[in-house]
T-cell receptor, first 113, second 113 residues
Framework: EPEVTQTPSHQVTQMGQEVILRCVPI?????FYWYRQILGQKVEFLVS????????KSEIFDDQFSVERPDGSNFTLKIRSTKLEDSAMYFC???????????FGPGTRLTVL | DAKTTQPPSMDCAEGRAANLPCNHS???????VYWYRQIHSQGPQYIIH???NNETNEMASLIITEDRKSSTLILPHATLRDTAVYYC??????????????FGQGTTLQVKP
């Protein structure tokens, strides 16, 4: 069964460093999402992406964040200068169409020291 | 904010049916009810969704009241592996929706031997 994959599973970085989180959505899916979950808190929407453009972004998704689909399979989330409060689980999701079910990856745990 | 209300926690005996309620009294006509679960800190896992008819798949059944203001997710024979946080999410289809999911706190289901 097709699934969303994410790498790395755990990323440790120093404050101020850039990180890139990678996702491989399900192959025929056209809509891509990033969510994050700070330990003990709710899963929060960050950004949705379709046709090489951001469809919607939350207040969390400020200028330090960017997303890209660099090729036909990968979808990346970049944090330019990490802060301590960026420590969280980051989940990628994809869906075939906008209104279809979203399927989530296993997540990347980002730890900022 | 999430448009659903769920009890924060529930217990269920292994092998028995787990009935997880969700209140969505402000649901609109074009909004579906989705259920996801999150086992430990893994990515949310899709379970089932419905609009107004009851739905069943290999994982669960979804019972939606006639006025659509509430629903119940039924796991017919709960196992220890069903211990998770269960999220009930209402989501509009079509009409400018970018597809984002808005998660609440969910219900922590503890299946006990």
């Amino acid at each position: 069964e097709p699934e969303v994959t994410q790498t790395p599973s755990h990323q440790v970085t120093q404050m101020g460093q850039e990180v890139i989180l990678r996702c491989v959505p399900i192959s025929n899916h056209l809509y891509f999402y990033w969510y994050r979950q700070i330990l003990g808190q709710k899963v929060e929407f960050l950004v949705s992406f379709y046709n090489n453009e951001i469809s919607e972004k939350s207040e969390i998704f400020d200028d330090q964040f960017s997303v890209e689909r660099p090729d036909g399979s990968n979808f990346t989330l970049k944090i330019r200068s990490t802060k301590l409060e960026d420590s969280a689980m980051y989940f990628c999701a994809s869906s075939e169409e906008r209104e279809d079910t979203q399927y989530f990856g296993p997540g990347t745990r980002l730890t900022v020291l | 904010d999430a448009k659903t209300t769920q009890p924060p926690s529930m217990d269920c005996a292994e092998g028995r049916a787990a009935n997880l309620p969700c209140n969505h009294s402000t649901i609109s006509g074009n909004e579906y009810v989705y259920w996801y679960r999150q086992i430990h800190s893994q990515g949310p896992q899709y379970i089932i969704h419905g609009l107004k008819n009851n739905e069943t798949n290999e994982m669960a059944s979804l019972i939606i009241t006639e006025d659509r203001k509430s629903s119940t997710l039924i796991l017919p024979h709960a196992t220890l592996r069903d211990t998770a946080v269960y999220y009930c999410i209402v989501r509009a289809q079509f009409s400018g929706n970018t597809g984002k999911l808005i998660f609440g706190q969910g219900t922590t289901l503890q299946v006990k031997p």
